[in-house]
């Protein structure tokens, strides 16, 4: 006789690089992003909410591949056959927005914004497809002056979410300073070499984690990593590499010091000099506004990856001695960064539209918070009430419902279980009360209390049964009238 063919069940399995988060890192990172929501409005930017897709053409140039637009981001072809993808960051969504409705906005436009953006890209430790970006910009912003307030914003953010002065650094660069230096070397700056500049950003972005040698590979012929995966590089010749992996090297610690070095390192170069003197225009307001070297400094090793920067971007690195569970150092390097991109906006308009803004991943900054013992759950468990009887159920959703209008975080056990089940949950829950009432309790007007916090404590105390029986620890008979008072007064 034939067996029955057994149903086909799909396997439970995540995406690789997509990521389950619990009620701890969701507070953590709810916390921080409120942190940084706080400054960015003292700061009088305003909250935008842009969706998650947007039409493939909107994301830009700046992405690996236009004729097929899904490497690098998810895409796929709507029902009038346009191709749409999932945001790669919300500075692109931006730009689409507000030349969508350039005319009825006040400019400068200033906006915050966070929310989830995607991927396509190998996943690896740390690495994921989607993650969530918390982002301040300015539109219709033009000078060194917006770009001097975005770092003073980021430096603001570093401190809002914990952390002290030397415990981060804000390094700014300018790309202009890389424009010069390429265009010596033979990259001309314009739309045929771009794709060549593309490459050689993306090669000094990987400075910290490859070397000098490992970006030298990338700035000529290409480099295999150590899983196979082989990167084009920007086939750069001996001289042009050596002069990129020099001006990488060329700040110092003092500001000052670094604009004297870059100014002779430009040379004649028009475009070098304008952001020597750009750089030199936020030196001066960092240094009104007290803004020293221990908060930001200027470092041409930064020029972050993306295409669309135009002019001054940042970083913001953490410094801080952080280690992992095991006690063992991590170096977590940058939470995030920004700069002008004066291009993006000006894309669908056809004239010149500046803007620049800052940017940090939640969760790589949230997870170093943590690591440091500096952001954490901050959500308290819940008071449990038992269901002693179930004729009760009323009574106890309405001794819930004023503990919560009291503000008391308060749940109503629901599951399937008897009263040693239901003590069980709340302990699993971490919850410090449990309230229990029975018929006979009702008819008394009294409510039973346990403070399981407590209890435990002594337990470790009471080795004799009869002991336990009759000291009945940590457990309050109150007046039903005086819940609230009661709970408030028990809770830690």
Do not use: H
């Not at 953006?117 to 002056?145: H, T």
């Not at 669908?348 to 943590?370: D, H, I, K, N, W």
């Amino acid at each position: 006789m034939a067996k029955k063919n057994k149903p086909q069940r799909p396997k439970a399995r995540r995406p690789r690089g997509f990521e389950d988060k619990s009620s701890e890192i969701l507070r953590a990172e709810t916390k921080l992003v409120q942190a940084a929501f706080s400054v960015y409005d003292k700061y009088g930017f305003e909250p935008l909410q842009t969706p998650a897709f947007e039409y493939a053409d909107v994301l830009g140039k700046f992405l690996p591949d236009e004729d097929r637009p899904n490497v690098g981001v998810f895409a796929l072809r709507d029902d009038d056959e346009q191709w749409m993808a999932l945001r790669y960051d919300l500075t692109a969504p931006l730009a689409r927005y507000v030349a969508e409705n350039y005319d009825g906005l006040t400019k400068p436009y200033r906006r915050y914004q966070a929310g989830s953006v995607f991927r396509n890209e190998k996943p690896g430790p740390g690495r994921f497809r989607e993650f969530i970006q918390c982002d301040a910009d300015s539109v219709g912003a033009p000078g060194s002056a917006a770009d001097a307030e975005m770092i003073i914003l980021a430096a603001d953010v570093m401190e809002a979410a914990g952390l002290a002065t030397g415990n981060y650094v804000i390094r700014v660069n300018n790309r202009k300073l890389l424009d010069g230096i390429l265009e010596s070397s033979g990259v001309p700056n314009t739309d045929e070499g771009a794709v060549q500049r593309l490459q050689v950003l993306r090669a000094i972005d990987k400075l910290d984690r490859l070397g000098a040698d490992g970006v030298a590979a990338l700035l000529g012929e290409g480099r295999k990593d150590d899983s196979g995966d082989y990167t084009k590089g920007a086939n750069l010749n001996a001289d042009g590499i050596k002069a990129v992996l020099g001006f990488t090297t060329a700040s110092a610690s003092d500001r000052g010091d670094t604009l004297t070095t870059l100014t002779n390192l430009m040379g004649s170069s028009s475009q070098g000099l304008a952001g020597v003197e750009e750089l030199k225009q936020i030196d001066a307001i960092l240094d009104a506004c007290g803004y020293g070297p221990e908060k930001a400094i200027f470092d041409t090793s930064i020029v972050r990856g993306l295409g669309y920067y135009t002019g001054p971007v940042f970083e913001a690195e953490l410094l801080a001695d952080i280690k992992d569970k095991k006690g063992r150092p991590v170096q977590i390097g940058s939470v995030g960064g920004g700069g002008r991109y004066d291009d993006l906006v000006s894309r669908f308009r056809g004239q010149a539209v500046p803007a620049t803004g800052f940017s940090f991943g939640v969760s790589r900054f949230a997870s170093a918070l943590s690591r440091m013992d500096l952001i954490g759950n901050e959500g308290k468990p819940p008071v449990i009430i038992c269901v002693f009887d179930k004729t009760l159920i009323t009574e106890y959703f309405k001794m819930a419902a004023e503990l919560r209008a009291a503000g008391v975080r308060t749940e109503v056990f629901i599951g399937a279980g008897n009263m040693a089940k239901q003590l069980k949950y709340a302990d699993k829950r971490g919850a410090q009360l449990a309230i229990l009432m029975g018929s006979d309790e009702m008819e008394r007007g009294e409510i039973t209390v346990k403070d399981l916090f407590l209890g435990a404590e002594m337990a470790k105390a009471i080795t004799d049964n009869k002991e336990w029986r009759e000291s009945r620890p940590a457990q309050k008979t109150a007046k039903r009238e005086d819940l609230v008072a009661t709970i408030k007064d028990m809770l830690v």
